[in-house]
């Protein structure tokens, strides 16, 4: 498999999940390019070997037992080209650098997304988000690996609504995409930036691992204030707490594992449909190794 990409043998995922959780894989493969990727889904699919796609983890929850077949890591796919008002970008780059770049050639339109960690690729698979704004906003195409053919969608042939899209659901590979930002004025985008960085600094838990806001907010209503009335912030399970400045985060102190983070979502889940009759709808990912 070497021919595909890098590949690493018995491979920790604690550095490709963002809430820390200490879980392994047989191999981890990352593909020099598109079409090693491509070809290296055709031989795993040949020789019948499990695969999971995996971003930089920031908004999953990746189970503990090891498995038994091959993480893929598209941070090689990081090509990045700024033409005018539009933005070529592959799945691997990293969403943070993207809006500082765009805000370099003084253009707008991805300003609020700036300090959401995690790749390009996974905002659009998640439909990631923020002041108002999600990344769908800018999209004018995306291509993705759909039963190893490449295949561009464009906006209207993609199904997507709040921190949710189709590819959830199905087993493309995101692999770029074209978005459309608007002329703007760098030092008035960077303004706003640190506004919102110094917002997020006050009011989330950003020096312990955590996978983001775990879940999405019920309609006229924030989860957050539904578990801070519930006097929950600092309740834990083994590791895994309910963080004390941002209720709707779950932080790893420790050794969390994923059970533990698991199991301090059900608990909230119960509560808060036991006081307010409201099913709190996850919105971080689960990943069930098949």
């Not at 550095?15 to 894989?25: C, F, K, Q, S, V």
């Not at 031989?43 to 070997?49: F, G, P, R, V």
């Not at 988000?129 to 993609?158: F, H, P, Q, W």
């Not at 493309?172 to 030092?187: Q, R, T």
Request: proline residues 2%; neutral net charge; glycine residues 6%.
């Amino acid at each position: 498999m070497n021919e595909y990409g890098e590949v690493i043998n018995n491979a920790s995922l604690k550095n490709y999940n963002t809430y820390r959780i200490d879980t392994y894989a047989k191999y981890l493969i990352k593909p020099y390019n598109i079409n090693c990727l491509k070809e290296l889904i055709k031989y795993l699919n040949k020789e019948n070997i499990k695969y999971y796609v995996l971003g930089k983890g920031s908004n999953v929850i990746l189970p503990d037992n090891t498995f038994n077949g091959v993480i893929i890591t598209l941070e090689n796919l990081n090509k990045l080209n700024i033409e005018n008002t539009e933005v070529y970008a592959e799945a691997g780059v990293i969403l943070n650098n993207l809006v500082i770049k765009t805000i370099e050639c003084n253009l707008k339109g991805l300003e609020s997304l700036a300090n959401i960690p995690g790749t390009i690729g996974g905002a659009l698979y998640g439909n990631a988000g923020a002041m108002g704004r999600n990344i769908y906003d800018v999209v004018k195409d995306v291509t993705i690996l759909k039963d190893n053919e490449i295949v561009t969608l464009s906006l209207r042939d993609i199904e997507y609504s709040y921190r949710d899209t189709s590819f959830k659901r199905s087993k493309d590979i995101i692999l770029s995409c074209h978005l459309n930002l608007e002329k703007g004025n760098k030092n008035e985008l960077l303004k706003i930036i640190s506004e919102n960085k110094e917002k997020r600094r006050q009011s989330q838990p950003l020096d312990l691992p955590n996978a983001g806001s775990v879940f999405k907010n019920p309609e006229g209503v924030s989860a957050g204030k539904l578990i801070d009335d519930l006097g929950l912030k600092g309740y834990h399970v083994n590791d895994a707490y309910i963080s004390d400045v941002h209720a709707n985060f779950i932080v790893n102190k420790g050794k969390a594992s994923s059970e533990d983070i698991k199991k301090l979502i059900s608990i909230i889940k119960e509560k808060v449909y036991n006081e307010y009759n409201i099913s709190l709808e996850l919105e971080q990912i689960i990943v069930e190794w098949d």
